[in-house]
């Protein structure tokens, strides 16, 4: 029912986000741009909370990553 929509909008940018922990680049704001408009909107609408904080946890994982680049290179 559902299935392909939650394909589509949770675990690809899941494991987009598993690969791309791999590489020296923040490449990890792709899954962040990609869910963050669908999280947004099942936050506001329904109070379902959980993808929101997915979401958040791959911008966090952005920034530390970005951060611990950039120590690295100055």
Known sequence: M???LLILLVALPAILAF???FVRVPVILI???WTL???LYLWAA?????LAIACF???LSAY???HGVQGRIG
């Open 31 to 33: 899954a962040f741009v």
């Open 57 to 59: 946890g791959y911008f």
């Open 37 to 39: 408009p669908f999280s």
């Open 46 to 50: 329904s109070g379902v909370y959980w």
């Open 19 to 21: 690969i791309t922990s």
């Open 64 to 66: 530390l990553k970005f």
């Open 2 to 4: 559902y299935y392909p």
